[in-house]
């Protein structure tokens, strides 16, 4: 692991102030709060405030599983086509998960620095297991395997409702893929004209799985609710809609179920029930791409008041 490209893009959670690696595994700032980094190349910055959770493993055994076979491979290379036009020196992934997109953008722009960032420990140590082993082919991914070279991916633990004990200015590009956002932090920790790519689903994604009572509603509108909320901080310069109809089995609807938030609502013999043989289900998504004002474009009501 390597504490030197992690320590880069960290705060102190504490006094803000810059952190640093100090020997060992202990990361550290001037007022001498310090930190321990997991073995495994990541630290947690939770410090116990958090009553918000993050994905399980089963539900990030699930994600792996469907992801890994390839459904939402033409998501995935539209974000890495959306974001390798920047260059970035510097991406730093907002709800990461198993960091199946990441692992997409950093194929693409090898020579970048990579956070993984999530609310679940497991998801962030996943992403930087895969990252690694993607980095050494031929390697197996052992989520405990202590690997003589630097990760490509460094991994943070920390909620995003909460400051974020991550420098200001710091990432040229942030990714946040059906994840939670902080408009305000996003464009604090973004360097001047950074750009931020986003995806949302559209309402018709999983029509079918919704129409047989396998999945929640998604709500009409979400990438033009999503410009109106950001739009103080950010510009939307991008929308680029992907879509396609699968054919998809109980197994795969089990996967697909199992990632999201209709895991707690649906179980598997609800699916075996209500999905018996192999339907078409459509995939329906929009990634925006935002750019991020210079200065915060305040509501008017704050302006005048
Ligand atoms: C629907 S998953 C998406 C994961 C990944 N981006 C993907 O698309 O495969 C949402 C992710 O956000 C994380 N998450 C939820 N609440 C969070 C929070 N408050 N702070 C940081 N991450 C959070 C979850 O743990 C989960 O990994
Ligand atoms: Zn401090």
Redesign the pocket.
Known sequence: MSLQTLSEWLRCPNCFSPLAANGGLVLRCASGHSFDANRRGYLSLLGGR?H?V??SAAM?DA?EAF?EAGWYEDLRTAVTTLVAVEQPARVL??????G??LRGVTEACPTAGYLG????PI?VARTVATARAASRPGHAVVADETLPDPPLVDGLV????TDLPVRTGIADVLLN????RNPAEFHRVLRDDGFLAV?VPHDDHLRELRDAGLALDIPPNKAEDLRVALGAWFALEARIGVSGRHDLGADEVASLIG??PSAHHTGTEAIANRWPATNPVTFSFDVLGFRRRAVPALPRSRESG
């Open positions: 958090s918000v993050g994905d990030l994600r992801l992934d907002i709800g990461c998960g198993t199946y997109y960032m999530d609310l679940s998801a920390a909620d995003v409702w893929v059906f994840a939670p995806v990632m999201g």
